[in-house]
């Protein structure tokens, strides 16, 4: 099969489109014939070893110290159980799926296997493999940290920074369906899009500096990695929290003791998975699709990313020979 191969840290160019070994599944797995995966800021932050400030040796001894334990890079994937295991009950062959594969990585790839416990559920009806892929890091992230942490309810004014990349898209349109009234903040050429997806007024921060303002929040979600607790906390209303998704060390451990800061990783499940599939069969909630790229040209989709300027999801479309 083709494959990326990744065999050290650096810039793009470390990807390289390679035949591998079709992998066989065990006796509890499924052997998943992938259509589309991606490319998100954390792809890239791992493949370059560029990670908040104290977290370079623990994702080091989690990912490989001197080069990287998994071959393949790339987490989230969308596709067709091409066969399964003798023990397998969760999934039968031609299920159309979606999941992530997680710290094993092996996304990036024509094929992949994985535990039929693993995050990986039936993908939603009506949408491309393409869109469904894209929804799953920004979705999950959203999910855990604005339902699951924060606990958002019906009328609670929350701001989210960084309002038009994965994590932002999916943030402003799972608010939205909690009932929250949204401000996203995002550069100028971005604002139809945040208010397209719910947000009821979108702050363009090469003109507005919404620390500024005299506004206050229930929630405030920093995807971006530029705000800190002591910047925000005139933003916040008494019980209000601040969630920062992309922050160093000492950060996430003050987080252990105050009580309206969140931080951490995002958890993945095939509830999560259930929960977003089931708001995008209703609509609620659509994926946000920037760019789409072939197999072939996951370094050319890495150095966009690296820009820093994506409109939600980099997308991998997985093209298979016939045969």
Not at 25 to 46: F, N, Q
Not at 246 to 257: A, D, K, Q, R, Y
Not at 282 to 288: C, E, F, H, Q
Request: aromatic share 6%; charged share 25%; net charge positive.
């Amino acid at each position: 099969m083709k494959a990326i191969a990744w065999t050290k840290y650096g810039e793009p160019e470390v990807l390289e489109l390679r035949e591998f070994e079709k992998p066989t599944p065990k006796k509890d797995e499924v052997l998943i014939k992938i259509h589309a995966s991606t490319v998100t800021a954390g792809d890239c932050r791992l493949r370059a070893s560029k990670v908040p400030m104290g977290f370079w040796l623990p994702t080091r001894l989690a990912f490989g110290l001197l080069k990287p334990r998994a071959s393949i890079p790339g987490m989230d994937v969308s596709g067709e159980i091409e066969s399964v295991g003798k023990d397998v009950k969760l999934f039968r062959k031609s299920d159309k799926v979606y999941g992530t594969t997680g710290m094993k990585l092996g996304a990036n790839a024509e094929y992949t296997c994985l535990h039929e416990n693993s995050a990986l559920v039936k993908k939603p009806d009506n949408i491309t493999y393409e869109q469904a892929t894209a929804i799953i890091f920004g979705g999950l992230t959203a999910l855990h940290f604005l339902k699951d942490k924060a606990n958002i309810q019906k009328g609670q004014k929350v701001l989210v920074n960084g309002a038009s990349g994965a994590v932002g898209t999916a943030s402003v349109q799972l608010a939205k369906y909690l009932g929250a009234e949204v401000t996203g903040v995002c550069s100028t050429s971005n604002i139809e899009l945040v208010e397209s997806l719910g947000a009821i007024r979108a702050i363009d921060y090469t003109k507005e500096d919404f620390t500024r303002n005299n506004e206050v929040y229930d929630v405030i979600l920093d995807t971006v990695g530029n705000l800190s607790l002591a910047q925000c906390e005139k933003l916040l209303t008494k019980q209000g929290k601040l969630i920062l998704i992309n922050t160093g060390l000492l950060t996430n451990l003050l987080s252990v003791i105050k009580k309206n800061l969140i931080c951490g990783v995002a958890g993945e499940s095939k509830e999560g998975l259930d929960f977003l599939r089931e708001r995008i069969e209703s609509g609620d909630i659509k994926a946000v699709i920037d760019r789409t790229y072939s197999l072939a040209q996951t370094a050319e989709a890495h150095r966009y990313v690296d820009t820093g300027h994506k409109k939600g999801n980099v997308v991998l479309s997985v093209k298979h020979e016939e045969t």
